[in-house]
């Protein structure tokens, strides 16, 4: 089955940085995977989505990346600001069903 | 365009009770998917309902429950609680079809059980 988890479960940055947060997953079926971010007492909110047959996909201040290669998927955040503080989950997506792992909590100090 | 909601917010209830939990569509959905995510953890997927039905359904014992009514909103149940229930529940809504590609996740709500 699925499965998807992540290298960091922390990672902090400074105001004005790039942060990146790496994410693998094992399953090759999946068909696209997302990127979610989740602020304390708050659903998941999405952030951008790259499907299967693409290597990269650019949002607002933000990059996925996937390497199907290695089973690896990245997301850039430019410019990180302190509201993109928050834990962020990578998701697997396939029929009817997101996979997602445990999360990377991401930390922007002033 | 109201999003996706859910009720109670927060919710206590002791073991051995019986719970049962709301969602309401983001508009224009017609599908919904219930995820329950333990503190530290990710969404883990219990259940997705489309046209009034159970679709697929995650790792989760028969305890847990649910309905889709003709308006698209669900309900979660899960009779028989144990501590391991406690947890943050989440919907999510996404527009028809088999697939569960852009999800839209609501608030959640808190379980505590006792």
């Known amino acids: 089955g699925e499965s998807v988890g992540l290298h960091l479960p922390t990672l902090s940055v400074q105001e004005g940085d790039n942060s990146i947060i790496n994410c693998a997953y094992s399953?090759?079926?999946?068909?696209?995977f997302i990127w979610y971010k989740q602020e304390s007492g708050k659903g998941p909110q999405f952030i951008i989505d790259?499907?299967?047959?693409?290597d990269k996909r650019q949002g607002q201040r933000v990059t996925v990346l996937l390497n199907k290669t290695v089973k690896h998927l990245s997301l850039q955040i430019a410019a990180t600001q302190p509201g993109d503080s928050a834990v962020y989950f990578c998701?697997?997506?396939?029929?009817?069903?997101?996979?997602f792992g445990k999360g990377t909590m991401l930390l922007v100090s002033p | 365009d109201a999003g996706v909601t859910q009720s109670p917010t927060h919710l206590i209830k002791t073991r051995g009770q019986q719970v049962t939990l709301r969602c309401s569509p983001k508009?224009?959905?017609?599908?919904v998917s219930w995820y329950q995510q333990a503190l530290g953890q990710g969404p883990q997927f219990i259940f997705q309902?489309?046209?009034?039905?159970?679709?697929q359904r995650g790792n989760f014992p028969d305890r847990f429950s649910g309905h889709q009514f003709p308006n698209y909103s669900s309900e979660l149940n899960v009779n028989a609680l144990l501590l391991g229930d406690s947890a943050l529940y989440l919907c999510?809504?996404?527009?028809?079809?088999?697939?569960?590609?852009?999800?839209?996740f609501g608030p959640g709500t808190r379980l505590t059980v006792t």
């Open positions: 790259i499907r299967s047959n693409m």
């Open positions: 399953n090759s079926a999946s068909d696209y």
């Open positions: 309902y489309y046209e009034e039905e159970e679709r």
């Open positions: 508009s224009g959905h017609d599908t």
């Open positions: 998701a697997g997506g396939g029929y009817s069903t997101l996979t």
């Open positions: 999510a809504s996404s527009l028809g079809g088999f697939s569960s590609y852009e999800q839209y």
